[in-house]
């Protein structure tokens, strides 16, 4: 059985929500104005389905030991995976930022607040060999 865990992302979502709500307005201004609309519209649909393709919906552990980031529309990015075995080291920069240590590399994850210790013992219990930073 899978757990889930909320992603926060923070002030990405803020950001191109303005982004999108200013193409909107000139969407609605051409639109007012008799001008023609249809490329500012295109551009207006693009935000949107970038804006959704790129925001993290969730981090789910599966039963074969995977971390996997999992977006809202699948549409320009697959799931990614991340193995347990893999991970050799936790650190919790923020209040829900979580970065993992890999093999080769790390990576920032941002996680709900509320979920964000649930996740470190659940990686630790299923990997006992990961180092979580100011714990010796």
Do not use: C
């Not at 059985?1 to 950001?15: C, H, I, Q, S, V």
């Not at 996740?119 to 100011?134: Q, S, T, V």
């Amino acid at each position: 059985m899978e757990k889930r865990y909320k992603a926060d992302n923070g002030l990405g979502n803020l950001f191109w929500g303005i982004v999108s709500l200013f193409l909107l307005g000139v969407v609605i201004y051409r639109f007012r104005h008799g001008e023609r609309i249809w490329m500012d519209f295109i551009y207006f649909a693009f935000a949107i389905v970038f804006i959704l393709s790129t925001t993290i919906k969730e981090y789910a552990v599966t039963e074969r030991n995977f971390l996997e980031i999992r977006f809202v529309l699948k549409l320009f990015s697959k799931n990614r995976r991340i193995a347990i075995g893999d991970i050799i080291g936790l650190q919790k920069i923020k209040k829900n930022q979580l970065r993992i240590d890999k093999v080769r590399g790390f990576e920032v994850l941002g996680v709900n607040e509320a979920d964000i210790d649930g996740l470190i013992a659940e990686l630790k219990g299923r990997n006992p060999r990961i180092r979580i930073a100011g714990e010796e």
